[in-house]
Each structure stands twice: as C-alpha cells, then as structure tokens.
C-alpha cells in the first residue's frame, strides 16, 4: 500500500516533486526540508519496520498549496492514526463535496479515500500520520480486557473515530518538532516518541464503552464534525439536537448515534464537558469569579455548577481558582 501525492502552489516550484515523495512512504528513514520557496520547516518518513510507516509533518507554509492525495494498493487492512494541530480548521475536497474536519486531534480510520487538501498561506501544521496493519498492532497489544480495541483489530471492519489530543499527545507532538541533536540517535527518538503516541491514544481508546462509528462516508463523518462545531460554538445555550441535526442535513437517529459512535459520548455529554473544560480556561485566567464564569456558561445554578466542576476535575473551582493565582506568584 502506497499513498502517491500530487502538489500544486501558486508558482510552478522545482522542488515539488521532492515534496510529493517525501509526502508518501518510503522504505527506510528520510528527511526533506520544506523548500524556502513555499514556507520553512521539515518533513520525516521512518519505515519502523514492514507494515508500519510513519511521517512527521512540521511546517510553515508561506504559499497555499493544493495536495490530491491518492491512495495505491489495497488499504483495507491498514489502520491509520492522524494526530493534527494546526493553525485553521483543515478542509478538503471529496468527489465533488467540500468537507471541513477539526483543527485538533486525532482522527482513526481504516482503509482510504481519495481526496484533495486545501492548505492556506500563512499557516503552521504540526502532523504526525502512523500507518500500521492489524496485524502488526495486534502483535503489540496484550489478548484480554481490550474492549473498543477489538473492534479495531477485527479484520475488514472498516470504521472512523475521533479523540481529542490530550496535554500528554500535545506534549509529545511538540518535542518531535525538534530533532534530537545527536544525528546518531535520531531514528531511535523517532521510533520512541511514535510507540509512547500509540500508547497515549490507545489508552484513551480503551476507556470506550460504546461502538466504533461504522461509516466510511467521509461527507456524513464531515457532517457530524459540523455538528460539533455548531454544538460548542455558544456555550451559554445548547443548540436544540432537531435543530442541530437540520442544520447539517441528517436525522435525529442519525446524529445521536454517529456523534456517540465518532466521539465517544453523547451530544449532551459532550457540550456538557466543553462547558467544564471553558470554565477551568477561564478560572485559570484570574479574571472573573466563580459566578461570573458559571453565568457566562449558562448555569443558573452555581451550586450545581461547582458541584459539576469537582466532579470533573476533583477540586472546588474556587480552590482551583486560588491555588492557579498562589503558583502564580510564587
């Protein structure tokens, strides 16, 4: 399985067609610096070993660039982990529609669909794509308590899942973007700083109860992403789950089931912990109180409010509150 990468920008660059193989996979490791031309930084493909790739994508683009990225082989058996931070929300177009994912996370999916990358100017990408057959990522697990893994290592099963990229993952992303100095232990930080990813992601994987989302459709999956979008965009009022579902062109049944089986909980629970992640944002920033920030979140109750809050987080947002302001000036 080969994925085979054609590039366009503004002006017809030489470098291009570096850019496109070092895009795919190669055997062994390889590194590509981002011509000046079009933006600074450096791409990294490492061949772990047969049946599992890995590329490090992290850049500065200066010009928009158009990817078609087009998958060659079969890719069924091969399940692929994209961990994603980026500057903009990242869209693409599939067949004729225009899809829109997030601009953060990680997104697990088998198999592959054809498709073209629309990259603005002026942004930052920060990718790690790991590629890796079943049965290799079998071979690495233990055979008991696996729960949502084992539907990701039921061969044919073809699905998509969404997990947000935790403190650990962006902790991990971030030291990948800068090269070991010592040349001679650079594949070894590589292969290491990918296995801890894995374990990160699997971990959280491993935490689901529910069913893995079984569709393929990348314009349905788009859908719900716009749902979520929509969901935490005013956090003081959920958005009706009819009027949600209207809004991006799928039913009731459709939306509730795909947005549990996408992203692990359910619409409510998942605006429910939005709301709680805002309010520890904003109580860290020591400029509202307790109240203030439960209001502007919508709670009309503080008490149920707080209660939420150590729930969640196991302390009182007024401690929490108090114990960020001591640090602060310590």
Known sequence: MRIRYTIKSDG????????EEALGFV??????????????GRLTALEIEAGFHVNFHFCKLRSALEIKKEWQGDATDHISFAFYDLQVPQKAWIRDDEVTYDQEGVNIYTGGVDLTLLIPAHTE?????????????????GTTDRQCLSELLQEGQALFLHEPLTP??????KELKLAPAAKALE??????????LIYLLLEELNK???????????????????????????LSEPPTIPGLAAR??????QLKQSFREIFGMSVYQYFQQARLDKARQLLAENTRTVKEVGYELGFTNIGH????????????????QTERRIRHFL
């Open 27 to 40: 055997h062994g490791f390889r590194q590509f610096e981002v011509p000046a031309s079009i933006g600074e």
């Open 168 to 173: 650990a993952m962006r902790a991990v992303v």
């Open 12 to 19: 017809q660059d030489p470098s291009l067609p570096a850019l």
């Open 248 to 253: 991006v062109l799928l039913s009731e049944s």
């Open 187 to 196: 594949q070894l930080f590589y292969r290491a700083r990918t296995m801890e």
């Open 125 to 141: 990408r920060n990718v790690v794509c790991v590629r890796i057959t079943r049965q290799k990522l079998e071979s690495m697990l």
């Open 208 to 234: 689901r109860t529910g069913a893995s989302c079984k569709t393929s459709d990348p314009v349905h999956i788009s859908r719900v992403f716009q749902a979520k979008a929509l969901l935490v965009a005013d």
């Open 305 to 320: 409010f707080s209660r939420l809050f150590e729930r969640e987080f196991h302390v009182k947002p007024k401690k929490f």
